[in-house]
């Protein structure tokens, strides 16, 4: 009965479509011992772009995995495995966040580093530099988004958490605050100070700068 | 008497224009910090830099799937040895 419903509500099949839907599976799916070479990189990729701590990311791999070996039926082919795949990890890298959120404070402590950027009148102490950046060329992908990548790693943890799902994801602000339980002010001081932070890390690392220090 | 946008610091106008791209800064907020981006050449630069972070942010998240950044963002060979005998 349940079954039946349910079918009917995701979308009626056709004679014969039944069949061809277990043959799309089946093609996109590989046997699950090439999953770990296939797509272990692009999983821990994805997970390491969004969170710091390595051992977490292999640990968020792996659950994926374990997940999609027990719902492997759920996969209907109607995407890449891949892409099915990163939206189970998408998922767990969320409960993730929550998980660690918990017992988030309220008030947000001061964040040093950026009060040091300003003088106390709040003018900015060292002037922002010209970067020679052009966002469609593609010096933005082999220099600045490796430089990002390793800004966004120095980040502290709620910054870093903020700026990923709402900037990078673009998740709507009531879902990361949520997510990471804070107020919606405090996503958007957290936001602030993480901008704040990466463009001052991307300038010291020397972002469109003639010979920039690439690490 | 005729109210004119107040005159901000950097800070505030850093905090302004992140809370452009975030949420929603009242019009009278968008004209105080639209007058502080005209008479300060470092917030102008600033501006434009939150502008090309969050666009690279995103290309990151879309090219990260097929693009290696560094020798670190591979999976550990113990890592891929426990898990190759977890998963089949
Ligand atoms: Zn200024």
């Given amino acids: ?16 479509e039944a069949t061809q839907l277990d043959q799309r599976r089946a093609d996109k799916c590989p046997s699950a011992e ?15 772009l969004r969170v710091a701590d ?10 994926t995995f374990l997940a999609a070996l ?29 998980r660690q959120e918990r017992d988030a404070a309220d008030t947000l402590p001061d964040d040093q580093v950026v009060d040091g950027m300003f003088s106390r009148f709040g003018k900015w102490k060292k002037f922002p530099r010209r970067w020679h ?35 990078m994801d673009e998740q709507n602000s009531d879902v ?17 100070r993480a901008r704040l932070r990466l463009r001052d890390c991307l300038e010291k690392k020397g972002i469109g700068q003639v010979g920039a220090v690439k690490d | 008497m005729l109210k004119l946008p107040k005159i901000l610091n950097c800070r ?38 939150f502008a090309l972070m969050d666009k690279a942010a995103r290309q ?13 963002d591979a999976l550990s060979p113990e890592a891929r040895k426990r898990l190759k005998k977890l998963i089949r």
């Avoid at chain 1, 892409?83 to 966040?97: A, P, Y």
């Fill in chain 2, 60 to 72: 990151l998240a879309f090219l990260n799937a097929g693009t290696k950044t560094s020798e670190n």
């Fill in chain 1, 54 to 63: 390595r051992a977490n990311c292999e640990e968020l791999v792996q659950e």
């Fill in chain 1, 70 to 98: 027990k719902g492997k039926e759920n996969f209907k082919g109607q995407c890449e495995f891949s892409t099915w795949l990163v939206g189970i990890l998408k998922h767990k890298i969320t409960d993730h966040f929550r």
């Fill in chain 2, 12 to 49: 505030a106008a850093a905090e302004m224009s992140c809370r452009r791209r975030d949420g929603q800064l009242s019009h009278w907020d968008r004209a105080t910090l639209a007058v502080h981006l005209i008479i300060c050449a470092g917030c102008r630069l600033m501006d434009r830099q």
């Fill in chain 1, 133 to 167: 950046v052009n966002p469609e060329d593609s010096a933005m992908e082999s220099e600045v988004l490796p430089m990002l990548q390793r800004c966004m790693e120095a980040l502290p943890e709620a910054q870093r958490k903020a700026f990923v799902l709402s900037v």
């Fill in chain 1, 1 to 16: 009965m349940n079954r039946i419903t349910g079918r009917i509500l995701e979308q009626p099949l056709g004679i014969g």
């Fill in chain 1, 34 to 48: 090439l999953w770990v070479d296939q797509y272990g990189d692009l999983l821990f990729r994805y997970a390491r």
């Fill in chain 1, 176 to 192: 990361v605050c949520k997510t990471l339980s804070v107020s919606s002010t405090n996503l958007y001081v957290l936001l602030h």
